[in-house]
């Protein structure tokens, strides 16, 4: 009756596994068996329908020359470059829409998420209404919306000005911009540079802060490195800052910045869209803050400024920046809806290199790739930003 | 015995004033409460009457709302100036039903009834019961039998012939009612403790999760065919509805994970100590609760998911978008795509909204 209670665990035929670890061991065995035997199911239907449709595997058509014509890039192409370089394109095409994307849909949807919660009535049931529509219809059907208006817009002849140098047509969105060659790229990357300076001596003064307590203001510092000393290295090398006007000329724009209707109806239907889901986050984020926190802060006298950049905002940012991580990754994502309209970003050039070649598989993993990459990207990035505001505890 | 009144723990000296007009009241209060908020008001005010305005002469007043069929030439005169809405009743059969033959177009119909009033019953709190998966099975196959025919007399109406709000539906619902089991799978995959389950679980949520839907509908339209056997041919449809099910299986493992990590370790060695077996435990004990936290979410997931079908016109599925895309392919009516998509975007937007309503009460009821 007693002695049988503390029985040590009988041993086992297969020595220190236990009956759990056993079945754990099979349960393991036949789950990875189950997907090995798929994939080699798979993969033998595949070669032999290969071999049957004669296409060879393998990435040597990525040096043949693509032929295909590509409208609108930021790198220079011709049909006459490689695959390969038409694949390059078309990721940069994909990270222009989503880079641009990601930082107006994040202004825009921040300014809808305060006007959510703000007193005035009527803006914030505006507000709403935007989230509420954008957020319940399709992305590709607004796509597809955007880009019939912007095909209904009247012709280059009988643009619409807005603002003066500004041209709204069916041939897209013209911009007054500033040429940028190496002189002004010189410019900038002093500005770079300045920033990045002034980050290292604002840690320096906050860690000093940190040891007597004296608060030492940094916008000195601020002004010489980003503003100063580029203006002084602009003035030394005389560089031209000139501003190109676009103008009609027969029958297109000549001179400018020029959004291809294609573009600025993907770049619309993106921003748009995501900052419904951004707004329905800075809210809840800024919410998530307890109201006692503004009442403390308030009560201590602070600036109103100062409340929300030193006390509100790091709490909310906390509820914030995860969910911000994946509207970001569906914006780079959604991107590849611009296949629907004949915006070439990757998915598109992947699509017409697989008409074009046959190669089905390697065009696919190309594009899983490219977006595979993409995406640990962001989050790596995402994480690493928010592992640096996170509440530390214990 | 006293009466408790709803009135808040509030001296009532610290309140405003109740003088006054109360509709002058509210107004001040919301709309005029500072210099700057009163001239927010106004600029919206007038950016509204703008908008409102504007849409009512181009939607309402100047708008052409029928025409003798096949004739779009009144529609052509107010172009520009008005909508054109005839475009509507001259299409509405292809748009919500396709190419599906024109005189069965019945059967499609009452398959929609028969989802939403399926969506309707999945609502009631009452009904989750295990009678609900009866009544699920019952319907599917009901629907099946009306979308196909082929038996009590139906025409036989091939899957190529499948078009507009029920290839829509069909997209949505099967895919959710296979995504949601292989959820569960996952999800319990990703957090067991044996490394090899655990790592494909992982691999299969990040791989799917990590690109776009578009390049796994390429991959079921333009792949699929390569991994199959010769001769062996599935159709396009149900190859979409398998790359959907993948998408939705990844996607809802992950709210489901969250709803796992929420259930407290205690549940879990409470149902150990009563000796329950891994899957009781957890059909039993666990996702009954983990389930439960999670249901907003779990809806925010089915609002999204209903939206991306619409991406399977990448692929050219007849579903919704895709026939009101077509039907505006017509020359006469090629101008008119504007006035089609707000018709189809209206009625994604009720059942979207008709959701997130559902979400939000759901959230309010939980809450309390």
New interface residues.
Partial sequence: MTSDVRRPPRRSFFGALGPNELK?LF??VL??GI?VAVVLF?WS??V???S?RRITTGFAFLGREAGMPIADSLLTYNPRDTYLWAFVVGVANTLRVAVIGIVLATILGTLIGISRLS?????SR?AAVYV??L????????L??WY??MQ?LPAARAAWRPVEGVFLSNRGLILPAIPVGSPQLRVLGTAVLGCAAFFVIRRWLVAQQMRDGKPRPAWPFALGLIVVLPAAVSLLFGVPWKIEWPELRGFNFVGGLTLAPEYFALLIALVTYTSAFIAEIVRSGIQSVPRGQWDAASALGLRRSFMLRQIILPQALRVIVPPMTSQYLNLT??S??A??IGYQDV?SIA?TT?NQTGQ??EA?SL??AV??TI??GISFFMNWYNARIALAER | MTVITGMPDVPRAARRPQIGNPVLRWLRANLFSSIPNGILTLVLLAVLAKGVIGFAQWGIANAVLLTPANDSAACKAVRGLGACWAIIPEKYRFILFGTYPFDEQWRPALSVVLFIALFYLSTRRALWRRELGFIWIGALALISVLMWGGVFGLSFVSQDRWGGLPVTLILATFGLAFGFPLGILVALGRRSKLPAIRSLSVLYVELIRGVPLVSLLFMASVMFPLFMPAGFNIDKLLRAQIAIILFAGAYLAEVIRGGLQAVPRGQYEAADALGLSYWRKHRLVVLPQAIRHVIPPLVNTFIAFFKDTSLVLIIGIFDLLTTAKTAIIDPAWQQFSVEVYIFVAAIYFAFCFAMSRYSRSLEATSRR
């Avoid at chain 1, 007193?119 to 803006?123: D, K």
């Avoid at chain 1, 957020?135 to 607004?142: A, E, T």
Wanted: hydrophobic share 65%; aromatic share 8%.
């Fill in positions: 754990g349960w393991q789950v990875v997907a798979l239907n595949t032999t329908n290969l049957a007193a005035n009535w009527l803006l505006l509420e529509v957020r319940d219809i399709p992305l590709l059907l607004q597809l919306f019939v208006l209904a994502k959604n590849s809806l296949v629907a998915v699509n697989l089905a598989i696919i594009i899983m977006f595979l995406s640990l």
